[in-house]
């Protein structure tokens, strides 16, 4: 019996410590990449004038979260990762997975006429363009923004109506929220849903995000923080015409984390779901050394900084650039480099990740600041882990 009894004795000692020494490895790992997410974010906070700023790590599954500064100068509320951001662009990457879906559940095709799903646009040159081409921007020349004249629906239709291309569809690449706004509306169209009804009702639940949204509920609206303009005013963002597609997304950090986390593992998604982030990744044409996915745009990894700052840069942004089209599109392996940078007038945001790493980052600020001052910081950060072997074989 005195055997038995120390015998359990034992175990539950041998538990407690061992418990104790997870505790030690945990807590250093958060400190080990604690020092390192500061040593790359605390300066461009300084020098950028950000008030607050939410990262996000993800490692093999394992979630850590930085925080710094105030989500409000007004109130002093705390940064936490369940502050709500406005991602801007990044939310192109969602319009992208429901309009794969669609295509996965056989509503619509990739290849089918942007008119197929609004009659009211025959006639007019997107009779000669394809979803595909809508929603990897190579339509032939859609301008960045829409003009400020465009209000409604009967301006958007109006304007593509009017419009006229400067290149054949699928020759070159002109980043445009009109063009990837209009894929996301016709994926929707081809659902018979509203865009946004489908995505809080059917996406943002599938990926089991529970703070993302595209109108902030009222109940959620003290998470929601407040950006900051040039002039450092309080901001967010109204939605112009094809806003919620195109720019529209609010998020945090914890459900940012969890959304990369199922771009590198899909496994516990329908097979639907999983089809539908493939094909976001697929390439389907290059621009030099970018590959341009379904929102996502891809890098072969290993991959050098200046590779990544020419991909995130104003001259892609902003000029058209001749595309070398990959026939068949391309399916990408794990040895990528996954990103998407996002703004609104008060906002800047930044998500990337490795899948063969199993490592991810998003950066979200209340303030927008140069893209290639958060390319820096986040490879600084990748290259900084790998590093440390300790962090990458964590549990």
């Known amino acids: 019996m005195r055997n038995i009894t120390f015998s359990r004795l034992g175990s539950v000692a041998f538990a407690w410590l061992a418990l104790g020494a997870n505790a030690q490895a945990a807590e250093s790992e958060q400190g080990q990449l604690g020092r390192i997410v500061a040593k790359a974010i605390e300066p461009v906070m300084k020098e950028n004038d950000v008030l607050g700023m939410a990262v996000a790590v993800t490692i093999k599954g394992k979630r850590y979260f930085f925080n710094y500064g105030?989500?409000?100068?007004?109130?002093?509320?705390?940064?936490?990762?369940?502050?709500?951001?406005?991602?801007?662009?990044?939310?192109?990457?969602?319009?992208?997975?429901?309009?794969?879906?669609?295509?996965?559940?056989?509503?619509?095709?990739?290849?089918?006429?942007?008119v197929k799903y609004m009659p009211a646009l025959a006639g007019s040159a997107l009779e000669k363009v394809s979803l595909l081409d809508l929603g990897t921007y190579a339509a032939g020349g859609l301008p960045l923004q829409f003009p400020d004249s465009v209000k409604g629906q009967d301006g958007i239709v109006a304007f593509f109506k009017s419009w006229r291309p400067d290149y054949a569809a699928g020759t070159y690449r002109q980043y445009s929220n009109p063009s990837i706004g209009l894929f996301g509306e016709l994926a929707a169209k081809s659902m018979g849903k509203p865009f946004a009804d489908l995505m809080e009702q059917k996406l943002f639940p599938a990926f089991g995000l529970t703070s993302t949204f595209i109108k902030v509920p009222e109940s959620r609206m003290a998470d929601y923080a407040f950006g900051y303009s040039k002039a450092d005013k309080p901001i967010r963002v109204s939605s112009g015409p094809f806003g919620s597609e195109a720019y529209g997304v609010k998020t945090t950090s914890t459900d940012m984390a969890r959304y990369l986390e199922l771009n590198m593992d899909s496994s516990s998604l329908d097979a639907a779901m999983k089809g539908a982030i493939v094909a976001t990744h697929t390439g389907y044409y290059k621009v030099d050394n970018t590959t341009q996915g379904l929102g996502w745009e891809t890098y072969s990894y290993p991959t050098t900084l200046d590779v990544l700052l020419a991909g995130n840069s104003s001259d892609m942004a902003l000029k058209p650039h001749k595309v070398e089209r990959l026939v068949p599109p391309q399916e990408?392996?794990?040895?990528?480099?996954?990103?998407?940078?996002?703004?609104?007038?008060?906002?800047?945001?930044?998500?990337?990740?490795?899948?063969?790493?199993?490592?991810?980052?998003?950066?979200?600020?209340?303030?927008?600041?140069?893209?290639?001052?958060r390319v820096k910081a986040a490879y600084q950060i990748i290259t900084a882990i790998e590093k440390q072997p300790g962090l990458l074989n964590a549990r």
Do not use: C, H, R, W
């Open 70 to 114: 105030v989500a409000s100068k007004e109130s002093g509320q705390k940064v936490t990762e369940n502050t709500i951001f406005e991602i801007g662009s990044i939310s192109k990457t969602f319009t992208a997975t429901l309009a794969a879906y669609a295509q996965q559940t056989g509503t619509m095709a990739l290849s089918d006429p942007a």
């Open 332 to 373: 990408a392996g794990d040895d990528v480099l996954i990103n998407k940078t996002g703004s609104t007038n008060g906002f800047g945001a930044y998500a990337v990740f490795v899948p063969a790493e199993k490592i991810g980052i998003v950066m979200l600020a209340n303030k927008s600041y140069p893209n290639p001052i």
